[in-house]
């Protein structure tokens, strides 16, 4: 498996609420084509920083990603098809599931 904390290419059917770094990579092959720029930049520039953070301290910054994914969901809501947009929130409940309660993000 590759480093969860640096970009690959998913297919949109892989399975990505494994971990925060699957999540991440999942949303830029597939998702972020369905958006406009200035968001596709916002997403990409925040993703890029929450990986230096893993990097720099072993673990993502938690908060911040729970923060990143309401305000993507709202952005999401309006601009992706419904079938990827019930993917995602399906993703983002599995991954704040994880924060909420301690649990790992790299699994």
């Known amino acids: ?9 998913m297919r949109p ?9 699957c999540h991440l990579s999942w949303e830029e092959s597939y ?4 958006l ?7 997403i990409h520039q925040e ?9 720099r301290h072993g673990d993502w910054p938690r ?14 809501a309006r601009y992706l098809p419904e079938a990827v947009f019930a993917r995602m929130e399906h993703e983002h409940r599995a991954l ?8 790992p993000l790299d699994d």
Do not use: Q, S
Not at 31 to 34: A, D, N, P
Not at 36 to 42: I, K, S, V, Y
């Open 96 to 103: 704040d599931f994880k924060i909420r309660n301690g649990l």
């Open 47 to 55: 993703h890029e920083a929450f990986r230096a953070y893993r990097r």
């Open 63 to 76: 908060r911040a990603l729970m923060e990143h994914a309401e305000w993507e969901d709202a952005v999401f």
């Open 31 to 34: 998702v972020l084509g369905f």
């Open 36 to 42: 406009p720029l200035a968001a596709r930049g916002r």
């Open 13 to 21: 059917d892989e399975r990505a609420d494994c971990c925060a770094g």
């Open 1 to 9: 498996m590759k480093d969860p904390a640096g970009p690959f290419t």
